[in-house]
């Protein structure tokens, strides 16, 4: 079978660059953090670790797989999600929230790694084929896309716990259990009515870093 039938090269790559890099560092983020901030449950399963493998959650990168062959310019997939007790934590409010930005925030910073990279090699003037181009920028891209989608406050994602952290105590007790319980189909909803702004912000950032 001709798998270039089935799969482009910008597929691959994308898919490539979300299972292998981008959702394993998150999650081994998360799971670091909280193990620094007293809480070993992340550990005790095994989590703390950049195997892709342990991090692989079956329908989140089935899920991924089909929305990029799909070629829509819609991704949507995710990793299996970090264990974490807030309760084990020496600061449960404020750990809870360093716990939750690591993901997104070690994304960033990978995504700024490469974009001086990027614009270092250009400036060296060095001769690259274009698909080497397009991994390099595609990394860049990829990984912003990861950090400003979990900073959207809305459960399950990594923003909702900020939410929660920095509203008042009252409004944010009563808030969680609805925003868990319906997060999930509120985040598809915003997705579609949002997903361009959303883009948008995510194409300006990734050339902002690389410097177009």
């Not at 979300?18 to 620094?36: N, R, S």
């Not at 960033?108 to 090699?121: D, K, N, P, T, Y």
């Not at 390099?136 to 950090?147: D, H, I």
């Amino acid at each position: 079978m001709d798998l270039s039938r089935l799969i482009t090269p910008d597929q691959f790559i994308l898919i490539a660059i979300f299972l292998l890099v981008g959702f394993p560092v998150h999650e081994f983020c998360h799971a670091f953090v909280a193990y620094k901030l007293g809480d070993a449950t992340a550990k005790m399963f095994g989590r703390l670790t950049l195997n892709p493998i342990v991090h692989f959650d079956p329908i989140g990168g089935l899920f991924l797989i089909v929305s990029v062959l799909a070629g829509t310019g819609f991704v949507f997939g995710w990793a299996k999600p970090t264990p974490v007790n807030p309760g084990n934590l020496r600061d449960r409010r404020n750990g809870e929230v360093l716990v939750s930005l690591a993901g997104p925030a070690s994304n960033l910073v990978m995504a700024s790694v490469m974009a001086i990279v990027f614009r270092g090699l250009i400036a060296s003037g060095v001769n690259l084929p274009d698909l080497v181009w397009q991994v390099l920028y595609s990394f860049v891209v990829y990984n912003v896309a990861l950090a400003i989608f979990n900073f959207i406050p809305i459960p399950p994602l990594d923003g909702a716990t900020l939410l929660f952290r920095f509203l008042p105590l009252r409004y944010s007790w009563e808030l969680r259990p609805i925003l868990t319980q319906y997060g999930f189909i509120v985040l598809i909803f915003f997705i579609f009515f949002g997903g361009r702004l959303i883009g948008g912000l995510i194409g300006n950032v990734a050339n902002f870093l690389v410097g177009f």
